[in-house]
Nanobody
Framework: QSYLVESGGGLVQPGGSLRLSCTAS????????IGWFRQAPGKEREGVSC????????HYVDSVKGRFTISRNNANNTVSLQMNSLKPEDTAVYYC???????????????????WGRGTQVTVSS
């Protein structure tokens, strides 16, 4: 059985930074595309970013372009999301998810990802 575990969430002031990590086990990590999603209270889950299995293709939702950077380390089964210049509207539970093979053609859609972590809370507030 596969597991994805997110870490690195917390409370940060506007303009601050956080680095989220997603660590996987129970799957052949370098065969999987990883996506980051977020869900704010009362809103639908939103695709934030994805990175393909090799790390050569990345996509971001427009609202985070230039502020967030996704990266992966296949040797450590880890994908990171560096979040800079955080805004209150970035407040949400952040989830990582996995889908097999090299499939990151655009901003990720949650329906395409069968494997999910439990999420980590990010709160941006003064």
């Amino acid at each position: 059985q596969s597991y994805l575990v997110e870490s690195g969430g917390g409370l940060v002031q506007p303009g601050g930074s956080l680095r989220l990590s997603c660590t996987a086990s129970g799957l052949r990590f370098d065969y999987y595309t990883i996506g980051w999603f977020r869900q704010a209270p009362g809103k639908e889950r939103e695709g934030v970013s994805c990175i393909n299995s090799s790390g050569g293709t990345r996509h971001y939702v427009d609202s985070v372009k230039g502020r967030f950077t996704i990266s992966r380390n296949n040797a450590n089964n880890t994908v990171s999301l560096q979040m800079n210049s955080l805004k209150p509207e970035d407040t949400a539970v952040y989830y990582c998810a996995a889908r097999p093979f090299d499939q990151c053609p655009s901003v990720p859609r949650s329906s395409n990802y069968p494997n999910w972590g439990r999420g980590t809370q990010v709160t941006v507030s003064s």
